[in-house]
């Protein structure tokens, strides 16, 4: 299946073809027998362990420059190449002062993310590529109850991006822990050929109780060789916009799930949503409204 993977750019306001980092590979381990058998084995923590210590190594810098022409990455937005020591240390890379605003506006629901975003109530089947959520399984049985009729909200970013996620209201956490899973891809072809893949990758789920939002679910799901899922908060109390964290080399996800808040999403974003295709948001735009 060679099928062009499609998302809307919001800001562009056009569909846009992804260039899908190791596209080949990942329709081998998705899309053939041989693949899917070698999958089983790739996907778990060890294999991707080892992968990301390549990505530690100072030789991985060498990578940087042809990871950027290939891909497109807006390198103008970033720090100069020279600054970074590892590929790993570019794709945790930061975004220059001033390159990304978040409204002042409370009832705005901005982006956490810079990716790519659909949004389904939980209790049904996201329409991207057959794959589903279900708030049990991702979130376990403490809270998925709760939030069994709760709206999701989903960003995949593709190893391309910048990784880092942010909390999306001022607010506290409540509790934080980690499920532990396997390592399979994000990407659309991994999703439409394993359709559980949110529910059973290695994550770390956060109960958040915001200011705008009220309580929710902000879960962090490893992908691909991402073992490794970095926090970098430390008091319990955070800010709208505040980094929270950040992954490592691979694709991955955070979805959050919200539970009592009614939500005018943007309407590009509903309508694609619908349809399975996901839109492109940059870090602080506004997703949607709140309503009260």
């Known amino acids: 299946m060679t099928s062009k993977i499609e998302y809307f750019d919001i800001e562009q ?16 381990l998705y899309e053939s027998r041989s693949g899917s058998l070698l999958g089983q084995l790739l996907t778990h923590t060890i294999p991707c362990t080892i992968y990301g210590w390549t990505k530690n190594r100072k030789a991985s810098a060498k990578e940087i420059p042809s990871f950027i022409k290939d891909y497109g990455v807006n390198a103008k937005d970033f720090n100069s190449i020279e600054k970074f020591n590892s590929f790993n240390d570019y794709f945790a890379r930061t975004f220059l002062p001033g390159k990304r605003e978040w409204s002042s506006d409370q009832s705005v629901l901005p982006a956490f993310c810079e990716g790519r975003y659909l949004v389904s109530k939980a209790k049904d089947k996201v329409n991207l590529k057959g794959s589903r959520i279900s708030p049990l399984d991702l979130i376990g049985e403490e809270y998925g109850e709760e939030y069994k009729d709760a709206t999701a909200i989903i960003c995949r970013l593709a190893p391309v991006d910048y990784h880092w996620f942010h909390f999306p209201d001022d607010g506290e956490v409540l509790d934080s822990f980690e499920i532990k899973g396997s390592l399979n891809s994000v990407s659309p072809i991994a999703l439409r050929n394993k359709v559980d893949v949110l529910n059973t990758n290695k994550r770390v789920v956060n109960i958040l109780n915001c200011k705008n939002l009220g309580e929710v679910a902000y879960v962090e799901i490893g992908a691909f060789c991402v073992g490794t899922i970095i926090q970098k908060w430390k008091n319990s109390e955070f800010k709208r916009g505040e980094a929270k964290g950040h992954f490592l080399f691979g694709g991955s996800t955070v979805v959050m799930l919200v539970k009592n808040k009614n939500i005018e999403f943007n309407k590009y974003l509903s309508d694609y949503s619908s349809k399975g295709i996901e839109s492109y948001f940059k870090l602080g735009s506004e997703v949607g409204r709140v309503k009260s």
């Open 13 to 28: 306001g056009k569909l846009t073809q992804e260039q899908v980092f190791g596209a080949r590979v990942l329709r081998w």
